[in-house]
């Protein structure tokens, strides 16, 4: 996407869902403000099981994670959440501040930081190469499953 430009919705296309989980109501409202009239579907959790929930429920291309890592259950939620299949791309949310920030990001495999208060491009930025990830990799997974399937069904089909 060119600096600058928006996912704007066009008639017919589908939205893209966005998980903002977070305790603090204030992230979910500046994602929601600045993903309003974009492709962006975004579904909001206050607790790390309102999150997983909220994954599990519907596809979702992208989770941005502004929960303390530092504390177990939103750790467990990404550490959970990365070894669900086609997972989301986790955006890490915080203050620049935070210690240990790139460390924790890395040891969760999420995809990127996302720096708090919440810049406009940089939301949108971030969540669009997010999302691009995301397709690219279950474009991948896809395609390298419909072997093994075959194959599957081709030996069920001799076994009997």
């Known amino acids: 996407m ?55 429920d519907a596809e979702t291309p992208v989770l941005v994670l502004a929960g303390d890592v530092s504390c177990s259950e939103w750790r467990a939620l990404a550490v959970d959440i990365c070894h669900a299949p086609n997972p989301p791309k986790i955006v890490l949310a915080a203050h620049p501040a935070a210690e ?15 720096a708090k208060p919440y810049a406009t ?8 190469l997010a999302w691009n990830r995301w397709l690219s990799e279950r474009k991948y997974r896809d395609t390298n499953q419909r072997p093994a399937r075959a194959a599957l069904r081709t030996m069920a089909g001799t076994a009997q």
């Open 2 to 56: 060119e600096p600058g430009a928006h996912a704007t919705v066009h008639a017919g296309e589908p939205s893209v869902r966005v998980v903002s989980a977070s305790p603090e109501g204030s992230d979910h409202a500046s994602l929601r403000s600045i993903l309003h009239g974009l492709r962006w579907h975004l579904a909001e959790a206050s607790s790390p099981e309102d999150a997983r929930r909220a994954v599990i």
């Open 100 to 114: 240990n920030l790139w460390a924790e990001a890395l040891d969760l495999d999420c995809f990127d930081v996302l």
């Open 121 to 128: 491009e940089e939301v949108i930025r971030l969540i669009h």
